[in-house]
């Protein structure tokens, strides 16, 4: 997908946006949200443990934090540091944040502070009241803040928004689409497998689609993803139900309806299997 193709699809929320200082107290653990987090960093420092590795947060450097990505934070002297919490609007099958591989930090500029401050300025009810994750990233007060966000005035929102693409666009200068596979064939299939995620997807379809036999798909798909196309398939399905039990109020059938699978029972074994827990569980966590 063409990054200029894209922008088009690209419709990004502020939930939080605020200035935090912290001495020693920025240590939270097991963090997992739905939504993008950015950081200017203007004192101190502190670190932020990822699955690829831990990065030392320092002054005047961006850094940025996919959504769904598990991270934990460290902090053990005096650290200030501006947040932006974002959150995809996804109107499409696709998701442009998730589609790039961006990189976690890049030197900020004069002009990145100006934008930063200047969001805080004209959004001063979306800063938060606790740095605490879990006083903020829960069901109830996500969808607060997508509501808050739609309901401020059109000059802001449109001010606000273009803010955020020209942050974003820093980092889209060194992002490259995620290359999920090398083989042209299985990424027609990721590509089938993205756009109908919400429909019953099975081995057949995909390995007629990628002109190949059932058994050679197959083979050449865990080859080349290091998953089955079933496992895949249902990882995908459920960071898509992990998204819809935290920005939406629907019930559990309705959500492994709307995820293709007629055995609401089935899907929370599937769940449960994958995320650790059951979706109830999950959302219990949330509230």
């Given at each position: 997908?063409d990054?200029?193709?894209?922008i088009?699809?690209?419709h990004?929320?502020?939930?939080n946006?605020?200035?935090a200082i912290h001495n020693?107290?920025w240590?939270?653990?097991?963090?997992?949200?739905?939504?993008t987090?950015l950081?200017?960093v203007?004192?101190?420092t502190?670190q932020i443990?990822l699955?690829i590795?831990t990065?030392?947060l320092?002054?005047n450097?961006?850094?940025?934090?996919?959504?769904f990505?598990?991270?934990?934070?460290?902090c053990?002297s005096?650290?200030?540091?501006?947040?932006?919490?974002i959150?995809?609007?996804?109107?499409?099958?696709?998701?442009i944040l998730e589609?790039?591989d961006?990189?976690?930090e890049?030197?900020?500029?004069?002009?990145?502070?100006?934008?930063?401050?200047?969001?805080?300025d004209i959004?001063?009810?979306m800063?938060?009241?606790?740095?605490?994750p879990?006083t903020?990233d829960?069901n109830p007060?996500?969808?607060q803040?997508?509501?808050?966000?739609k309901?401020?005035g059109?000059?802001?929102?449109?001010?606000s928004?273009?803010?955020i693409?020209?942050?974003?666009?820093?980092?889209?200068q060194?992002?490259?689409?995620?290359?999920?596979?090398e083989d042209?064939?299985i990424?027609k299939a990721?590509?089938?497998?993205q756009?109908?995620?919400?429909?019953?997807?099975?081995?057949?379809?995909?390995?007629?689609?990628?002109?190949?036999?059932?058994?050679?798909?197959i083979?050449?798909?865990?080859?080349?993803?290091?998953?089955?196309?079933i496992q895949y398939?249902?990882?995908k399905?459920?960071e898509?139900?992990q998204?819809?039990?935290?920005?939406?109020?629907?019930?559990?059938?309705n959500?492994?309806?709307m995820l293709?699978?007629d055995?609401?029972s089935y899907f929370i074994?599937?769940?449960?299997k994958?995320i650790?827990?059951?979706?109830q569980?999950y959302?219990k966590h949330?509230?």
């Amino acid at each position: 997908m063409d990054k200029l193709q894209s922008i088009d699809k690209l419709h990004l929320l502020i939930l939080n946006v605020g200035l935090a200082i912290h001495n020693a107290d920025w240590n939270w653990k097991n963090i997992n949200s739905p939504f993008t987090r950015l950081y200017y960093v203007t004192e101190g420092t502190a670190q932020i443990i990822l699955p690829i590795g831990t990065y030392e947060l320092s002054p005047n450097h961006l850094y940025l934090i996919p959504s769904f990505m598990p991270h934990s934070y460290s902090c053990t002297s005096h650290f200030s540091h501006y947040y932006l919490h974002i959150y995809e609007d996804q109107q499409f099958e696709t998701s442009i944040l998730e589609d790039w591989d961006f990189p976690i930090e890049i030197p900020a500029s004069k002009l990145d502070m100006e934008l930063i401050k200047r969001l805080c300025d004209i959004n001063p009810n979306m800063k938060l009241r606790q740095s605490d994750p879990t006083t903020y990233d829960n069901n109830p007060t996500l969808i607060q803040n997508i509501i808050k966000n739609k309901q401020r005035g059109f000059s802001i929102k449109v001010e606000s928004r273009g803010i955020i693409y020209q942050l974003i666009s820093r980092f889209l200068q060194n992002a490259k689409p995620k290359i999920k596979a090398e083989d042209g064939r299985i990424q027609k299939a990721l590509l089938y497998i993205q756009k109908n995620i919400y429909e019953p997807i099975n081995i057949e379809q995909l390995s007629e689609i990628s002109c190949l036999s059932k058994d050679h798909f197959i083979r050449l798909f865990k080859k080349e993803m290091g998953s089955t196309p079933i496992q895949y398939i249902t990882q995908k399905k459920m960071e898509k139900a992990q998204l819809i039990l935290v920005t939406q109020d629907i019930s559990i059938k309705n959500i492994a309806y709307m995820l293709g699978y007629d055995d609401h029972s089935y899907f929370i074994r599937i769940f449960k299997k994958t995320i650790g827990e059951t979706p109830q569980e999950y959302k219990k966590h949330l509230i």
